[in-house]
């Protein structure tokens, strides 16, 4: 939606005022930010425009008003002067990774420290430490062509499943297929093999679906083991916000905060945005509804996927948070490769 110049100014204002004070923001506030260049009968106006725009809204019948989440999103998007992390900054944030790493050996752990100490705020990260690897397969015949047992291997384990079929798959057919099945793991390119199957044999034919479900059966072992290590920073610090002085809401919001689930979804997205930005509703859980998620993903290791971010109310100093996190996601693409970052 469309909004005239002084508008954005005004808002603008309104935002950035209820940021630092948490307080209701009335035309009176707003004429000495202007220093009187606009007539409070004109901001008075455009707040009742502002209000039945969705932008502006007004918890009291006497109070000022308060930005919405609507008004967020479009201060995140257009309204916050947006500045680059400088490379001093970076190159701070990557010595005080490293100091911390010394300490901890954890980047998850520096991570959430780090963020949480600079911006005030709740800071948190997870890790996704990836699964087992499965080393080898084999095909064993179970009957006259219309069964075979797949038996894969770990480091520290057997797995087997009955793969039945609807055609006969003749032995010397399975044991090519085991040993392309082995070369792709042992090459680590078995998510190209179906594609390079396809090729040559039909999707309809029994060999392909032995194919298929032998890949299946590895992907699945191999996802089952998959952990995330998750460290949340200063969850005190939710308490001290007046939005979550009521202690039910802060527990609910540190009960989301800490599922697991939550932040390796995050680490499986493939949003490649640098710093990504959750406002309120956004988030899709009743929870987290008065929190905003300020995040960033990072590669550790050069292969792990993780993911550091803040937690606030929607009246974050999202330029701030921001800020952080583009500072550390640089940085940690500086950090010595071949330094140890996780045990």
Known sequence: M???DRRRKILKAVIESYIDTAEPVGSKTLADIFENAFSSATIRNDMSELEEMGYLEKPHVSAGRVPSYAAYRLYVNELMEKRHALSFEIEAMRRELENKLSEFEDLGLAASRIISAMSGQTGFSAV???GERVKRCELILCDDGHSYACVLLTGSEVKSRMIRLPFIVAPED?????AAIN???SENKLSLFLNMLARSVS???ALFKLAEGVVRFIEETENESESVKLHVEGAEKILNMREFQDTRKARELMEYLSDKKVLSDILDSEDDTPVCIKIGPEIDEPRARDASFVFTTFTVDGARRGVVGIVAPTRMD????????ASFRQAAK???PHKKTEE
């Open 203 to 205: 999707a309809e034919e």
């Open 2 to 4: 469309d909004l005239r």
């Open 334 to 336: 500086q950090l010595n």
């Open 128 to 130: 996704k430490t990836a």
């Open 183 to 185: 070369g792709c793991i």
């Open 174 to 178: 399975a044991a090519m297929l085991k």
């Open 318 to 325: 999202y330029g701030k948070a921001i800020e952080y996190l």
